[in-house]
């Protein structure tokens, strides 16, 4: 690989034969270096380190075993003296006494892993030919508040069953990466390599992820590498990379998140990122990242940053030569043209379908023919025709508007609807939109599939779960969308023509604005056809004619069309009305006559011979 992996040479690496620990830092421009090493949260040892050829700081001490917290004491540049966290530490502890984070000796052998099959498989799979149905959680605050979290082991057999019970394949998780308050997103990373201190450390992560892969989920990280945390919150210890050595090592200019953005023609920016990547899947099994912010990482003020562009090719050309079935999904927001193929990522997410569609069900019924083209064709033919392959999300910024405010929550989008039956009928028929349309997955954030009236971040802000498991798997409309969104889930996993070739499967059968109806195809798999009707209007009808397309040369091959899928079924808080016990096609005038419940999705099967 044309960049090293840091991880295997710096930091503190535990040596089992001699029961060692070597310490290596890249401090270049720092006058002294110390390591101190720590027991009841107060220095215990204070060791020099050395500089080799290198500009690298190093010690080998038996005084530092797996366990030991411990801090650089450096003497930078400029003179001062400043208690730092390893840039490379594995695993970080607070301490209650001094308020500081500390790094943590760590055993990389010490965990076993029991996930031998699936990395097997997953070598052997292309994961663009397979089902991707991701549920998005924050894991410090899905299950308990974020100022009691939950270790990673504790949260491991709740997710597994609750992702094998709603039929997710994938976990995507943010704020694993270390940052500093318990509150935050977890976006201002203060360490891009130990897991997030308030779950748990290294070994604990490992635990979580290597049970959800012996349960066939896969984990995708999201990943941070367009800023990072600059603030030094005491004046003689700090948490951030910033002027680590006195000196600017990494940054670049302020960003709109008050930090700093990374500066990519620098080297050693660009080996601390790429190592940080290689780690995560190395050591910790991930099976997909999802680059946050690429569109601020690549162009800014009008200009592309060649530099960044270069990194992002070079590291996902290594993760797709040296970790097969790795997936590389990019938080492309600006729509820069073909970020797939210009930066060799796998995947986008599809922020034109996201914004689109919560538009669109924002819109009241009287007023959606004038978005039909824009909102819904537009849609459909850019997921169909685009260089990108995409995710249709629904992630957790989509609904978010700050602690003090609920107005994205998708219950609001839907404020419209004349009553709770018609809101909740128009969710369902959301979500199937989502599921069904052409795509290469989809992703739904914690709480979304319950659509709960609080968003999550006020939820979590007041001291709560982000997710209000009260509503879920209730009677309440809250858990039959829930109920809902599991069969959606569950039919999308079974028919491979939503998933094996994605948005090629993809054809258009009939649309109508003025009805706000539309119907298309998603593909044939074993002389089976998947067909799949919205009705976006409000008005129901028991007998609807659509019309076939002429140019499909299938139509003679069907013998048999079945209904099975309906969200206007009673379980899920519809009508249980114009269901299709019996669908009749008219060959000589090329339709196709269905019950369309209003506000609804139907999904049938057509046998082929």
Known sequence: MSHLKLYEIRGAQFNHENQTTRFCLYAPNARNVYVILIAYGFQQYRLEMVKNHENLWEIVTDKAPPGQRYLYLINDFRGREKLRIDPISFSVVSNRLTRQVQSVVHDEHAYVWNDQNWMRRRSQTNPLKLPLSIYEIQPKSWKSSVYWPMNYRQLTFDLINYCLEMGFTHVEMYGILEHTDRWEYGYQISNYFA??????????????????????????????????????????????????????????????????????????TRRLLFASALYFLDRLHFDGIRFDAVSQMIRRNQTDIPSAMTFLRELNQTIHTHYPGVMCIAEESEGYPNVNRALNFDLKWNFGWSNNARNFLRTPVTERAGHWREKILDVLNCARWSEDKMICTVSHDDTETGPFDSRNVLLNCASHARNEIEKFADLRNFFAWQICAPSRGHLIHMGDEIVQPMSWFQRCFRGKSSMDWSLSNSTSLHGRIQKCIQDLNHLYIRHRQFWEYGEESYSLIYEYAPNLVIAYHRGISNNYRIAVIHNFSDHGYRSYDIQLPKSDPNIERIQHVKEIFNTNQLQYGGSGTFQNERIEIDRNNMTLTVALPPLSTIVLNETLI
């Open 195 to 268: 897991p997030s201190r308030f779950n748990g450390q290294c070994d604990d992560l490992k635990y979580l992820i290597d049970h959800l892969h012996q349960n066939n989920i896969g984990v995708i990280l999201d990943w941070v590498p367009t800023h990072f945390k600059h603030h030094h919150f005491f004046h003689g210890y700090s948490t951030s990379l910033h002027e680590y050595d006195g000196t600017d090592l990494y940054a670049n200019v302020p960003s709109q998140w008050s930090t700093l953005y990374f500066d990519f023609d620098k080297e050693e």
